[in-house]
Every structure is written in C-alpha cells, then in structure tokens.
C-alpha cells in the first residue's frame, strides 16, 4: 500500500515518496473539479464528519466540498452550535460522533496535539485540519502542490516563510513537508515570533529584505490577531512597517517568485493589496488546489474497509494501536 | 515464464488484429463521422492509440482520443484493504451525440467496462459506445459483451492472461498462465 497510514495528523514523520504520492494522487483529482458533472462515486456509502472549534471558511467548506465530490455523506459541525456550548467535553463530543459510526473525523481544535489526542481513541480515521500551534497538513499539502505546479519542482527551490512563525501550525506544517522534498526553507518574523527551536530547523532572520532575497516562493503568514495582545510586537502599525510584503520588498526576490498566503488576509498589516492581488500571487490557486489535496486525503484514508484498518500498523499514529489492537485479537479469537 | 505459461499471441498476431479491428470499426461505423476513442488505463491507452495511428493510415484522419481511469468507479475499493494508485481522466472533448470506441486490453468479468461505462457518461451523453478488446477471455459477470474482439481465448477460471504491451512492457504479447505461473 502507497500510503499505510491510518490518519493524518500531521506531516512530520512522513517520507519523500508518500508525500510525493499523496502530491499526484492530489493531481489526478484536479480535473473532477472542472467537469460538468463534478462528482465521482468513490466514496458512496461513506460518512465524513467535520468538527470545527475555531472559525473557518476555506478550510471547512474545501472539505465539504472535496467529500461531496467524492459522493460521501458529509456533517458539519462546530463548536458554537454543538454540545460544546453546554459544556460537553472534546472526547466525549467525539466518542458520541465515534458511535454514529463515521468512516473519517476532520478536527480542527485549539490544543496542539488535540488530533492525536482523538486518533487514538476513535475507531474511525481522524484528519487534523489544525490543531493549535502544531500542524494543518492538508494546507501544506496543496501549497506543496501550488509550487509543484508553478515551478516544476521543490526540490532547490528557496522557499521564505515570513510572519508569526510561533503561533502558525501552517509554517511548522509546510516545514517539514518542504524540507523534506527537498527545499531550503528560510523563517522570517519578529525575533518575539521565531520560536527558538526552530532555528535548527532553518535559517531564521528577522530582516525581511535578507529573507525574501533571492527566494523562489514567498509564503506570508496571517498574523493571528486573535492570538495577540501578548505584546509579542509593540503595533500592527509597526509589525507592517517592518513585515509587511511589498512590491518595494520584491524587488529582491527572484523575478519569477511566486506569493502565497493560506488566508485570511490582514490586508496592509502582512501583505500589501497590490501584492496579493498582483501577478506574482498564486492564493486563488491555492484554494483551487485545496479541494484536490483533501478529495486525496479523504480518497486514502476514508475508502478504506474497516477490517483493513484494524490490521494496519500505524507508525504516525502510535497510540491508535490500542483499541484496533484488541478488535484484530478477538477477530482471530473468534476464528478459531 | 515457467513451463505452465504459453504465449496465446505474440506481436504479429496482435498487430494483424489490431489491423482488422481498425478496418471493422470504420466499416461498421461508415467511416470517421463523429468517432472517437477512449482507453482505459493503462493497456487500453496503448492500443487506443495504436488503433487510432492505423485508422489515420486508412483514412488519413485523426479520431479525437481521450483517456480513462476507472479507479474511482470500481466496486470493489471498500473491499480491497488499499487504495489503488490514481493516475486521472483526461477527456479534452465533448463526447455529447459521439460514438465512443472504448479500448480495453482483457474482457474478463465486465466489471471494468461497466465501471469504464459509468466514466464516461459523467462526461456526457455518447450516441452510442462501442467496445474494442484485445482478448475476450470468458467468465463474465455482468451482462457486457464486446463488439470488436482481436482474440477469442477460452479459458479456465484459475488460469491468468497477461498482456504485454512495447510501450509499458519492452514486447508485445499475449501470455495464458496457471494462476501464480508468471
């Protein structure tokens, strides 16, 4: 099997040839997408359900959208309208979701870890969409394919990740994704929002002008003011007049960089308009692709028989052993 | 191949088919009006093209192709324990009021042309399709038949046919095997 995995919950730990396969079954998928009839049956008879604890828009109506046209059943749920509000608890909301038997859980949550967390107790495979400050693999999976489409290739390319890298599971996620497929990857943002362990990942700069140069993709990040007030920068008025991505800045980077963002836009606070909305920009595309990556994710893990599952050894997650460990004894109990 | 494999056609037998496939297609259809060609991944996309290379030599005209995986529409993915490599659909025309010669390498128990089938009418609606095989081996399971056939091959159910093709396989071939003899 191409990819053995059970979920995803992140893209550390993963090799060149799965995410390479995860990257061209994502591209086999596009062309769905632009047929009339925009749908194949590949996951008839399956339940998705999403669990939202933090605001959305792409990423949520993507995964609606990439399992509808697979043709799987798809619920919706967040946190504001859910149980949640009544004080239910992460794990008991999701062993109630569990027991309505879904073939995949797709979390986002504001606890790192809080995919793990689940994967390891649910029956069904679990998909992180974000979870806190850790990963959000499928976005750096259709940014991998963005450039892979634009430039050919990863491998060489200098790729700059400029903004709040502490507080973003996006750049952590296309870290070790990018890396892994072979491009150098150059961290740029305050010093206050470059976590110290990341700097023996990457090269770390807090010079804008020094990260962008020469680079092949620009890749901003949001700055989360949801997240601040923690006085990690004295102003946004500040943080823009040092960080933020404008066509003054480009000049430096190579002539053909491209400039993606995983949205939302804080408009003039990290990327100047002209600059997202300009040539160089390839965001729209990073939508489009978005649907392919997760009809891909949803593809792998979600088509798979449930006697199949129970058998499979999960080295991403480790701690999904224990109860499809004890189901796969008593099956063989049983047989005998 | 062990001593329990026979090759069943070797690269004259199928080109000299193939050859007589090409002329029954455009006899039967009256020439290119409105013809097109679809193979199925990934056999059938050789002798698609191979088919359509020999009807330009007859009637100096380039029939449209297109390309089909049928992976998404098996009907035994949730059985298999894997997900089989996806490798995409590429039909860049319209296939609407079209006769759509579908190409596949081994007609076996029809469910790959029943799956080919649901493809290709999320693209439109054909005005008729017809089936190119290279070998009809018997054992169907759905009511599907072809209409151009290269090679009748009565078989046993154990046995296995292996079609080799010069493009993916370095030779052209027809093999019939007991069951793990290749």
Redesign the interface.
């Known amino acids: 099997?191409?990819?053995p995995h059970r979920h995803l919950l992140g893209l550390d730990g993963l090799g060149c040839d799965e995410l390479t396969?995860l990257l061209?079954?994502a591209?086999?998928?596009?062309?769905?997408s632009e047929?009339?009839?925009k749908?194949?049956?590949?996951l008839r008879?399956?339940t998705v359900i999403s669990l939202f604890y933090e605001a959305s828009t792409r990423t949520r109506a993507s995964f609606e959208i990439a399992a509808k046209r697979?043709s799987a059943d798809f619920v919706s749920l967040t946190a504001a309208s859910s149980s949640a509000t009544k004080g239910e608890t992460l794990l008991d909301t999701a062993r109630n979701l569990g027991a309505m038997r879904p073939d995949a859980l797709i979390l986002r949550h504001p606890a790192s870890g809080a995919a793990q967390f689940l994967a390891a107790r649910l029956d069904c495979a679990v998909i992180n969409a974000g979870d806190g400050a850790h990963e959000h693999p499928t976005q750096a999976l259709l940014d991998a394919l963005t450039i892979r489409e634009r430039k050919g290739r990863i491998e060489g390319l200098t790729v700059a990740i400029v903004g709040d890298v502490l507080h973003s599971r996006v750049a952590r996620s296309n870290l070790f994704a990018l890396q892994r497929l072979g491009a150098t990857v150059r961290l740029v943002g305050p010093p206050t929002l470059l976590p110290p362990e990341l700097r023996d990942w990457a090269e770390c700069t807090s010079d804008l002008r020094a990260g962008v140069r020469d680079a092949d993709v620009v890749m901003m990040l949001r700055i989360q003011l949801e997240r601040q007030g923690k006085h990690f920068f004295p102003s946004l008025d500040e943080y823009a007049r040092y960080f933020c991505l404008t066509q003054a800045v480009l000049v430096d980077a190579k002539p053909d960089v491209i400039i993606m963002h995983p949205g939302p836009l804080n408009r003039g606070v990290e990327i100047a308009s002209d600059v997202a909305d300009g040539p160089y920009s390839v965001i729209m595309d990073q939508v489009t692709n978005g649907i392919a990556v997760r009809m891909?994710v949803l593809?792998?893990l979600a088509?798979?028989?449930r006697?199949?599952l129970e058998l499979v050894a999960d080295p991403l997650g480790s701690a999904t052993g224990a109860q499809p460990a004890v189901a796969a004894v008593r099956a063989r109990r049983r047989s005998r | 191949m062990t001593a329990t494999s026979r090759v069943v056609m070797d690269a004259q037998a199928i080109d000299r088919a193939l050859t007589r496939v090409a002329h029954e297609i455009l006899e039967r259809n009256k020439g290119t009006a409105d013809l097109v060609l679809v193979g199925v991944r990934s056999r059938g996309v050789h002798l698609a093209e191979r088919l359509r290379a020999k009807i330009r030599a007859i009637e100096d005209t380039d029939l449209p192709m297109g390309i089909i995986d049928i992976t998404l529409y098996r009907d035994d993915l949730s059985r298999s324990g894997q997900q089989p490599e996806v490798k995409g659909t590429h039909i860049g025309f319209p296939i609407d009021d079209q006769r759509v010669v579908l190409v596949d390498d081994v007609l076996y128990t029809g469910r790959t042309v029943r799956a080919a089938l649901d493809a290709l009418i999320d693209f439109g609606r054909p005005r008729n399709v017809q089936l190119v095989v290279l070998v009809d081996r018997g054992h169907r399971e759905l009511p599907v038949r072809a209409d151009y056939v290269g090679k009748n091959l009565p078989t046993a159910q154990e046995e296995v046919v292996h079609v080799s093709l010069q493009e993916c396989d370095g030779e052209d071939e027809v093999v019939i095997a007991d069951a793990g003899g290749a």
Do not use: C, H, N, W
């Open positions: 099997m191409p990819f396969f061209d079954t591209a086999s998928f596009k062309e769905i047929r009339d009839i749908k194949v049956p590949t008879g399956k697979m891909a593809y792998l088509s798979q028989p006697s199949a």
